[in-house]
């Protein structure tokens, strides 16, 4: 089955504890993506990728990173968190250029992250 | 730089009423539009796109949704709403072909369609 994992479901944690938020997909996908979404904002994307080794910010970037090391994985990483960052995350890949038909972002069920 | 509005943060129907969700944009050069829908504790499911082409879209679930250039405005419609179909819906607008080019969400709309 074609799909967006990420984990983990659930996750609280304290200010400045380091943690990462795995996102892998099976459908050999050059473009990942990872959102934030907060009431009333939508989805903000923090960085994306459009290839192995190819990373760039996008509107809301800091306190994060990523890394793009293999096609399948694309985590996001918290180095120091903060309360302000405590959201609900998305991760989504897609076909880079896709034709007509495969041109929609696929995206995981979601990481509900609380910082303390 | 570009934007989506979605004017309604929340839009009440009766099963069995025609549904609408509300969405305008602002890009520069052609949009490419989506909505998306995501159901309780789900991540967001692709439901249509306006790419080029014919103003009225179909899509996934008997949605379909109404390009107006003039208006900039990409209205998801359904003839007759199901008590399924509450879910919070997002519009967005890419500014190129690519995945990788820019695409911005609107803040979502929530749907409550009602027995």
């Known amino acids: 089955e074609a799909q967006v994992t990420q984990n983990p479901r659930y996750l609280i944690t304290v200010t400045g504890k380091k943690l990462t938020v795995t996102c892998s997909q099976n459908?050999?996908?050059?473009?990942m993506s990872w959102y934030r979404q907060d009431p009333g904002l939508g989805l903000r994307q923090i960085y994306y990728?459009?290839?192995?080794?190819?990373?760039d910010k996008g509107d809301v970037p800091e306190g994060y990173k990523v890394s793009r090391k293999e096609k399948r994985n694309f985590p996001l990483i918290l180095e120091s968190p903060s309360p302000n960052q405590t959201s609900l995350y998305f991760c989504a890949s897609a076909v880079y250029f896709g034709t007509a038909t495969n041109e929609k972002l696929f995206f995981g069920s979601g990481t509900q992250l609380s910082v303390l | 730089a570009q934007s989506v509005a979605q004017p309604e943060d929340q839009v009440n129907v009766a099963e069995g009423n025609p549904l609408t969700v509300k969405c305008t944009y602002s890009v520069s050069g052609n949009p490419y539009l989506f909505w998306y829908v995501q159901y309780p504790n789900r991540g967001l499911q692709f439901l249509l796109k306006?790419?080029?082409?014919?103003?009225l879209v179909k899509g996934s679930y008997g949605f379909e949704a109404e390009f107006n250039k003039s208006q900039t405005s990409f209205h998801l419609k359904k003839p007759s709403a199901l008590v399924s179909d509450s879910a919070l819906y997002f519009c967005?607008?890419?500014?190129?072909?690519?995945?990788?080019?820019?695409?911005?969400f609107g803040g979502g709309t929530r749907v409550l369609v009602k027995p």
């Open positions: 967005a607008v890419r500014d190129g072909p690519a995945a990788g080019n820019k695409l911005t």
């Open positions: 459908m050999n996908h050059e473009y």
């Open positions: 306006y790419i080029t082409g014919d103003n």
């Open positions: 990728s459009m290839n192995v080794e190819v990373t």
